[in-house]
């Protein structure tokens, strides 16, 4: 066996034992009883609720994926989910903001036992199509594809915390994370309605296989079997109430923690949070649990308004750039961690702004509620500055998910035939019954109710980036 196949093996049969090592020491330390009460304790438990809220909304999430979902919808661990056709309003319409731009592939990632490789294959110089990763701590950790390396084909290693083999012959990159279990997207761009058998053999040429497996060597010991908590509202799991300790804890036990955060972990203690250890809600007393709800509603309530005022609305759009990224984005402070929160709740798992620029109107351009009684125009003096392409698509305001319409359309997009003026402007009609024929074309659909429109402006130009662009905005009629 050649040094560096025994160095990497080596690394792998030592990963179970510093992981339980780990979690057994901070759990230890965490089985003191709570104190504390009053505003003392009330403080806290708002801190820690701001902190743990993302995780909260990632771990409800994951269950529902894995083992709640209907089978069509289910998302397996260490192997491809392809779907092969895009979200409507009655098929994996529970994300809020679900993308219907590209077709998916998805994964859960469980790299306890051991890393995974995972090859993505060679794309058409014409296509558009990314990779991007997300820890439980709703990091963003990982964005690549057309934009960052172009359309050849890659070879990457994903490695859980701790692991520090070589880097084998033939993989491209090598990324280690803080969680052993990450959310995995393959996103290809649809260029049309002829387009969904290529990109149905484009997905079947993604290949993911463990460390062991690509090395041709023996298999480690598989690791144990996960006994998941289950939230009571997985699809939405806030958690807002002192039970949430239980379920942080139960988050953190697949994390590492971050240097960063370890006096933050030893401070949370005091009110029984620690990666793995129980917690009994049961045995606070009248007055703490009262300051605990106080405190946790509070911090519920800054995301909440955060949410409703994600910036200040240029001609109806927000589009803040500060919400997705890394750790160093959205982590280390009581503003990010308000940040990272506001994410979960307003579109989890979204890539980095670099990658793609969300913008959301739910006013039009005189300030007013959009509302599918009335009829609005979309008008474009240019397209919207991108190297990728765009869409906008329509939502349901109160949920922010897709909403029927007789039309089977929820969307526009650059890559569907549209009426262009001879100058290059554009002009959209946003309302409920058809325009025309002369103008169905630029026909973006909504419901009779309130709604939103959502556009996402993919391979962004800096003008998007740095906040010049102003967006047209929609105007009544």
């Given at each position: 066996m050649n040094r560096r196949r025994r160095g990497l093996l080596m690394a792998l049969a030592a990963l179970p034992a510093m992981r339980v090592q780990a979690q057994q020491e901070i759990t230890m330390a965490s089985t003191q009883k709570i104190t504390l009460d009053g505003d003392a304790l009330q403080a806290l438990a708002a801190e820690a609720y701001l902190y743990a809220y993302p995780l909260l909304m990632a771990y409800g999430f994951m269950v529902q994926q894995l083992e709640l979902a209907p089978e069509a919808e289910r998302q397996p661990v260490n192997r491809f989910k392809h779907f092969r056709?895009?979200?409507?309003?009655?098929?994996?319409?529970?994300?809020?903001?679900?993308?219907?731009?590209?077709?998916?592939?998805?994964?859960?990632?469980?790299?306890?036992?051991?890393?995974?490789?995972?090859?993505?294959?060679?794309?058409?110089?014409?296509?558009?199509?990314?990779?991007?990763?997300?820890?439980?701590?709703?990091?963003?950790?990982?964005?690549?594809?057309?934009?960052?390396?172009?359309?050849?084909?890659?070879?990457?290693?994903?490695?859980?915390?701790?692991?520090?083999?070589?880097?084998?012959?033939?993989?491209?990159?090598?990324?280690?994370?803080?969680?052993?279990?990450?959310?995995?997207?393959?996103?290809?761009?649809?260029?049309?309605?002829?387009?969904?058998?290529?990109?149905?053999?484009?997905?079947?040429?993604?290949?993911?296989?463990?460390?062991?497996?690509?090395?041709?060597?023996?298999?480690?010991?598989?690791?144990?079997?996960?006994?998941?908590?289950?939230?009571?509202a997985p699809r939405w799991f806030e958690c807002a109430r002192p039970e949430f300790v239980r379920y942080l804890n139960f988050v953190l036990g697949l994390c590492t923690i971050h240097p960063s955060e370890r006096a933050l972990m030893q401070r949370y203690a005091a009110i029984g949070i620690a990666p793995g250890a129980d917690f009994d809600a049961s045995a606070l007393s009248e007055s703490q649990r009262a300051a605990m709800q106080a405190g946790i509603d509070a911090s519920r309530a800054r995301v909440h308004a955060r949410v409703a005022h994600l910036d200040d609305p240029t001609n109806g759009w927000v589009y803040p750039l500060d919400l997705r990224g890394p750790r160093s984005l959205v982590a280390g402070s009581d503003d990010a961690f308000l940040r990272r929160a506001t994410l979960a709740n307003y579109a989890i798992w979204g890539p980095e702004s670099a990658e793609v620029v969300y913008m959301s109107a739910a006013l039009d351009a005189d300030g007013h509620t959009l509302d599918g009684n009335n009829r609005y125009v979309l008008h474009f003096d240019r397209p919207p500055p991108v190297k990728g392409f765009w869409s906008y698509t329509i939502y349901d305001a109160r949920t922010r998910l897709l909403v029927d319409h007789p039309s089977g359309r929820y969307k526009l997009s650059d890559r569907m035939p549209m009426r262009y003026g001879p100058d290059g402007s554009l002009t959209l009609y946003v309302q409920n019954e058809s325009p025309g024929s002369a103008h169905e074309t630029n026909w973006l659909p909504v419901p009779k109710q309130p709604f939103h429109v959502v556009a996402r402006l993919y391979w962004p130009q800096a003008e998007l980036l740095d906040g010049r662009y102003k967006p047209p905005g929609l105007r009544k009629l």
């Open positions: 056709s895009v979200a409507t309003p009655t098929f994996n319409n529970y994300i809020p903001w679900v993308g219907t731009d590209t077709v998916y592939s998805s994964s859960w990632l469980d790299l306890r036992a051991e890393p995974l490789v995972f090859e993505s294959p060679g794309f058409e110089p014409h296509r558009f199509q990314n990779i991007q990763m997300e820890d439980l701590y709703t990091h963003n950790v990982l964005n690549r594809g057309t934009r960052t390396h172009g359309n050849a084909a890659r070879r990457y290693l994903f490695a859980g915390p701790g692991w520090s083999g070589e880097t084998p012959a033939g993989v491209d990159e090598v990324l280690v994370f803080e969680t052993w279990l990450l959310k995995f997207f393959m996103r290809i761009a649809i260029e049309g309605p002829d387009d969904f058998e290529a990109l149905h053999k484009l997905q079947d040429q993604y290949s993911l296989q463990p460390l062991s497996s690509y090395l041709d060597q023996a298999a480690p010991k598989p690791a144990p079997k996960i006994d998941w908590l289950q939230p009571d």
